[in-house]
C-alpha cells in the first residue's frame, strides 16, 4: 500500500509536501484536485475546511502540510532526515517552519485571494498589513540568512521545505527586489534543489492562473 495525496502542482503548501516526497524518494499516489475525476470531492468529503494537501494512507488522513511531513518521517522514512533526532536542532526546525508558514505565506496568500476577489469585495487595508509583514519577515529574515546556508542550520530539513514554496511566491507577490540579498540567495538555493526544482518544473504549466501575472523568470 502507498499514501495518496489530494494536491495540486501550483499550490505552495502542496508543493511543501512534494519536497520532502521527492527528497526521499517516497513512492506514493497523485490526487490532482481539479483534475482527477471525484478527487476534490473526497477531499472536501473527509475535510470540510477544504485546504490542502490531505494524505490519506489506508483509512488514515493527515490534514497539514507540516504534519504530513511528520507523519511521513515516521511511517515513511527515508535517507534524507527533515526533523532531525537531536531534540534541540529540532525546536529550531519547528520554530522555523512556523515562520514561513505564518509570516511569509499566510501574508502572500492574502495578497493572492485579495486578486482574485470581485473589487468592491477587496481588502486594501488587510493588503498593506500583508505587505508590511513580508516586509517585516524578510528584514529579519535577511539578517538570519547573513551566516546560512539552510533555514535551521547546515542541513535542509522541514524548515526548508516550508521556506521554499513560500519565498517562491512571496517575491513574485511582493518582490525581494535587492533589499534583502541573503533571502534573495536562499531562494536561488532552494530553487537549485532538485527536489523543489522539480516541483517547480511540474507547476509551471499552471503559472497562467497566478491572478498578479507571474513574471518571466524563475
Ligand atoms: N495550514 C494549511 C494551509 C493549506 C492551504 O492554505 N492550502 C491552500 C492551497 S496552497 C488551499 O487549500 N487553498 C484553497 C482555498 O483557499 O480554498 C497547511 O499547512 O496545509
Known amino acids: 500500500m502507498r499514501p495518496v495525496l489530494y494536491s495540486h502542482p501550483f499550490s505552495s503548501y502542496c508543493q511543501k509536501v512534494l519536497i520532502a516526497l521527492y527528497e526521499n524518494g517516497t513512492d506514493f499516489e497523485a490526487r490532482i484536485l481539479g483534475e482527477d475525476e471525484g478527487a476534490y470531492e473526497e477531499l472536501v468529503a473527509a475535510w470540510p475546511v477544504k485546504r490542502f494537501p490531505m494524505l490519506r494512507d489506508g483509512k488514515r488522513l493527515v490534514h497539514e502540510a507540516t504534519s504530513i511531513i511528520e507523519y511521513l518521517q515516521v511511517h515513511y522514512p527515508g535517507p534524507v532526515r527533515l526533523i532531525p533526532v537531536n531534540e534541540a536542532f529540532a525546536v529550531d526546525v519547528r520554530m522555523f517552519d512556523r515562520f514561513f508558514d505564518n509570516y511569509i505565506s499566510t501574508p502572500q496568500q492574502k495578497i493572492v485571494f485579495d486578486a ?3 473589487s468592491e469585495n477587496r481588502d ?8 508590511d509583514m513580508l516586509d517585516a519577515a524578510y528584514g529579519w529574515l535577511d539578517r538570519h540568512m547573513e551566516n546560512r546556508q539552510w533555514a535551521a542550520g547546515e542541513v535542509f530539513t522541514l524548515a526548508d521545505c516550508a521556506a521554499a514554496p513560500s519565498l517562491f511566491y512571496a517575491d513574485w507577490s511582493h518582490p525581494l527586489e535587492d533589499r534583502f540579498p541573503h533571502v534573495t540567495a536562499y531562494r536561488q538555493r532552494l530553487l537549485a534543489r532538485p527536489s523543489f526544482a522539480r516541483a517547480v518544473d511540474e507547476a509551471r504549466p499552471y503559472r497562467k492562473n497566478f491572478p498578479l501575472g507571474a513574471p518571466d523568470r524563475d
Open 116 to 118: 482574485l476577489r470581485k
Open 124 to 131: 486594501p487595508y488587510g493588503v498593506k498589513e500583508a505587505r
